[in-house]
């Protein structure tokens, strides 16, 4: 066990202006002893005595101030009447410092009523020994207590917190660099007895904190463990708000109340997973994952034969360009002209393509625009190895026959550029946006998209693979966008998708609220197959047709 003792001396004692500002906030008359201190939720969270407490909670709820209270009683406290030692690990310094910035605060007063002293907030080196005999100095800080107790905040994980024994509280642990590992040797710390209290906001459903939580939940850490949850909302309903006018001294208001929440709520914008996850503490389906499976399962009401797909050999690029594009003009007619026959031609359209060459898809689709500027996903193509000269074949097709064509939006990133410039080139500048993919791009259009699928105002095809695509998307350092890394465990890479229609439905999202004058397309006379515009028999183009009935698409599906 650590003995917590300095290397050599304490470093210094922190001054009242080394802590942070939501310790220093703290009113003068403020006792943590009196009746009402801790909100309902606090003291219930606090009044658990199992040794595994995991809660999951939203933020703004008091749930660490509430904990490191009741932990510094815990200090303070001779052994016989429960004492013991207090760690504090969190994710950060900050975290760390605001922790024991709370406990010399509550220290203060119970030291006094007590008749005890206390040291000042020390800060000293622990000394961290990992499994293979490495050491580590860690800069720490502490309140010793008369009792033979202290609280000690580490600034950074220990790599031996079985060392650890005593109360051990885990703060945001979800945010940890190493989630699993802080659990796990947190659970075996009990061997020699103590309470472990894991605290966190989620941070995905697939987060090793949400599935200890589940884990709890099922039963399988026995009987002295249990999940106590603490929403937002909750804390509003046992006082918060009134808490937080009290600590600025600022008398409370039923509008203000109303208006405060209101802040915090839309305060999320368009993010509302986000919000969910962090407020509800609901966690999302992936870590950072901004559309939740339910929302995409709500927007898949189109038929799934919405979706074609083009997938050629490598060998079909050796073939003469005049045999690739007669076996695409084949392929336009059998599968692609009947889709484009099926589109409403009262309805207003635009397009949009995320383009991709070899390993990815290259993603067509056009968006319908239906009453009320509900977005429709009548026709979507997927190219797979398909040739750019093919590739543009098939797009001027399809773009020449959208109904009432209000435009469109391209991947003009890396190879996609050559394709965007001469679209825009044929069809206009102004009626074709070429999209340079990047951070700010995807910060401004992306969380569109998701609001559309948030509100229910978007409908897709019930196609899995573009489902999967949807689940790509998620927050980047706050930044909602598809990431395009290459995951090394996939056994093969060909088939593992990247997020390419969910661009190119974010490309088509921007389209639709940039939209150009429409332009109709009227088809021309129909005449059989074989003749031209007289009736009269088309020898070269009969030819044609000759060679076209001979060659079958190679995997369209």
Not at 446 to 464: E, N, R, S, T, Y
Not at 482 to 510: C, I, N, Q, T, Y
């Amino acid at each position: 066990m650590h003995a917590v003792q300095p290397l050599a001396t304490t470093l210094r004692t922190l001054e009242w202006d080394d802590l942070p500002a939501s310790v220093r906030g703290i009113p003068e008359g403020f006792n943590p002893l009196d009746d009402g201190v801790l909100m309902k939720h606090q003291r219930e969270v606090a009044a658990v005595r199992a040794a595994i407490i995991a809660v999951p909670k939203g933020r703004r709820t008091g749930i660490t101030f509430g904990t490191m209270l009741d932990k510094t009683l815990v200090a303070a406290a001779r052994k016989s009447a429960g004492g013991d030692n207090v760690f504090y690990i969190g994710d950060t310094k900050e975290k760390g410092l605001e922790a024991i910035g709370y406990c010399a605060k509550f220290a203060r007063v119970i030291a006094q009523a007590q008749g005890q002293g206390i040291s000042g907030v020390e800060e000293f080196l622990f000394e961290d020994q990992d499994d293979t005999g490495k050491t580590r100095h860690i800069t720490a800080y502490r309140i010793r207590f008369a009792s033979g107790f202290q609280v000690c905040a580490l600034s950074s994980r220990p790599a031996n917190i079985r060392g650890l024994q005593g109360h051990v509280v885990i703060d945001e642990a979800a945010f940890h660099p190493d989630v699993q590992g802080v659990l796990d040797a947190a659970t075996a710390l009990l061997i020699w007895g103590g309470q472990i209290t894991v605290i966190s906001s989620h941070n995905g459903k697939n987060n090793p904190f949400a599935q200890f939580c589940r884990d709890i939940e099922a039963g399988r850490y026995g009987t002295d463990a249990v999940v106590v949850t603490v929403t937002f909302d909750d804390a509003v309903a046992n006082g918060l708000y009134e808490r937080v006018c009290f600590m600025k001294g600022t008398p409370p208001t039923v509008e203000g109340k109303q208006a405060w929440y209101a802040k915090i709520r839309n305060g999320y914008g368009v993010r509302k997973a986000a919000m969910r996850e962090e407020l509800d503490a609901i966690p999302r389906d992936g870590t950072g994952v901004c559309l939740p499976g339910v929302w995409i399962e709500q927007a898949m009401v189109l038929p799934p034969e919405n979706v074609l797909r083009l997938a050629l050999d490598d060998d079909f690029v050796r073939e003469s360009p005049e045999e690739r594009t007669a076996w695409t003009a084949d392929w336009i007619e059998r599968y692609l002209e009947p889709a484009l026959k099926r589109l409403d031609p009262h309805e207003r359209h635009v397009f949009s393509q995320d383009y991709a060459r070899h390993r990815d898809f290259s993603s067509w689709g056009t968006i319908a625009l239906a009453a009320g500027m509900r977005r429709r996903l009548p026709l979507s193509i997927e190219m797979h190895k398909v040739p750019f000269a093919q590739q543009r074949q098939i797009t001027w097709h399809c773009i020449e026959r959208l109904p009432r064509r209000c435009g469109g939006a391209m991947d003009a990133t890396g190879s996609g550029e050559a394709l965007a410039e001469e679209t825009a080139d044929k069809f206009g500048h102004g009626h074709v946006h070429q999209i340079k993919l990047n951070r700010a791009w995807y910060g401004t259009w992306m969380p569109k998209l998701v609001q559309g699928f948030a509100d229910g105002m978007i409908d897709i095809p019930a196609d899995p693979n573009m489902a999967q695509d949807l689940r790509a998307i998620e927050e980047v350092d706050g930044i909602a966008m598809v990431s395009k890394v290459r995951r090394a465990d996939v056994k093969d890479p060909e088939l593992f998708r990247h997020g390419d229609s969910a661009v190119m439905l974010a490309l088509g999202w921007f389209a639709s609220l940039n939209l150009s004058a429409a332009i109709d397309f009227t088809p021309l006379p129909a005449f059989p197959r074989g003749f031209d515009n007289l009736g009269t028999a088309d020898r070269d183009y009969d030819q044609g047709d000759d060679y076209l009935a001979l060659v079958e698409p190679r995997a369209t599906w």
